[in-house]
C-alpha cells in the first residue's frame, strides 16, 4: 500500500484507548493529593510512550496519545479554551448501564482559544513520530462545543450563558474564531492531522432526541444551519496542507 503522509487512511484508530491500570491510580493518587501533577505527568508520559510503541508495532501509520491526558474525549478541550470553566452537573451522561462523573463546561467569559493546554500535549506525541507515521490531535468538533454550553446540566449554566452572549450568532462566532486559533497553533506546532470528534450529528438522527430539543424551544431547521455554518467558519482559514476528519 502507497504511504499517504495525511488522512484518510486505509486503517486508523478513533482515538481514545482505554486507561492502563497504573495510570488510574494515578488519577486517583493526584485526586487525593497522594502525588502532585509532575509525578501524574511522568506516569502519563511513559504510559503514552508504550501506547505509541503498541501502535508502530501494529503498522499504523497514525500515532495519538490515546487522550490519556483526559478526563473526558470532549470536556477537558472545552475546558482549555478561555472564557468556558469546569462545573460540576446535576448528573453525569447516561449511558446504557452506567453514568459518568458529573461534569459540564460553563460560559464565564469571552471565548477565545489562545494558549490552549492541549498544544504541549501534541508536542509530546509529535517527538515520537518516526518516518512513515504522523501525530494526530483529536477534539471535540465546535458544534460538540456549542450543544455543551447551550445545556442546562448545572445550576447558573443558562444565566451565566446568556450575560455573557446574549444572541447564538455571538457564540457562534466566538466559538469558530477560537477553534480557528487553535487549529493554527497545533498547526504551528507541526500538526497536520487533526480529528473533529462530534456526537451532536447523531443525536438530530434520533427521534427522541429531537423532541427532546424541540420540548427546549430549538428550531432544528436553524440549528442543523447554524451547526453547518460553526463547522465550516472554525476551518475557514485551514491550511491546505492541513487534514481534518470528522
Known amino acids: 500500500m502507497a504511504y499517504i503522509k495525511n488522512a484518510p487512511f486505509r486503517a486508523d484508530v478513533v482515538g481514545s484507548f482505554l486507561r492502563p491500570d497504573v495510570l488510574k491510580q494515578a488519577r486517583a493518587d493526584f485526586a487525593a493529593g497522594v502525588i502532585d501533577e509532575a509525578a501524574l505527568r511522568a506516569v502519563e508520559d ?128 466566538d466559538i469558530a474564531a477560537a477553534y480557528r486559533k487553535a487549529v493554527q497553533a497545533f498547526y504551528d506546532a507541526g500538526c497536520r492531522y487533526l480529528q473533529f470528534d462530534d456526537t451532536s450529528w447523531g443525536e438530530l438522527c434520533d427521534p427522541n432526541k429531537r423532541a427532546a430539543y424541540e420540548a427546549r424551544g430549538f428550531d432544528l431547521d436553524k440549528l442543523e444551519r447554524d451547526y453547518v455554518n460553526l463547522i465550516n467558519e472554525a476551518l475557514r482559514d485551514k491550511p491546505e496542507d492541513l487534514a481534518v476528519t470528522i
Open 46 to 173: 511513559e504510559a503514552i510512550r508504550d501506547l505509541v510503541a503498541k501502535q508502530k508495532a501494529a503498522g499504523l501509520h497514525v500515532i495519538t496519545d490515546g487522550e490519556f491526558r483526559r478526563s473526558y474525549w470532549h470536556l477537558d478541550f472545552m475546558w482549555g479554551l478561555q472564557g468556558i470553566e469546569r462545573r460540576t452537573s446535576r448528573s453525569g451522561y447516561q449511558f446504557h448501564d452506567e453514568e459518568t462523573t458529573a461534569d459540564t463546561a460553563v460560559v464565564t467569559g469571552k471565548i477565545s482559544g489562545e494558549n490552549h493546554p492541549f498544544v504541549e500535549h501534541f508536542k509530546f506525541v509529535k517527538a515520537l513520530e518516526e518516518d512513515g507515521q504522523v501525530a494526530r490531535q483529536t477534539m471535540p468538533a465546535p458544534v460538540q462545543t456549542y450543544s455543551e454550553v447551550v445545556l442546562d446540566r448545572c445550576d447558573g449554566q443558562q444565566e451565566s450563558l446568556h450575560a455573557v452572549y446574549p444572541t447564538d450568532e455571538e457564540l457562534i462566532a
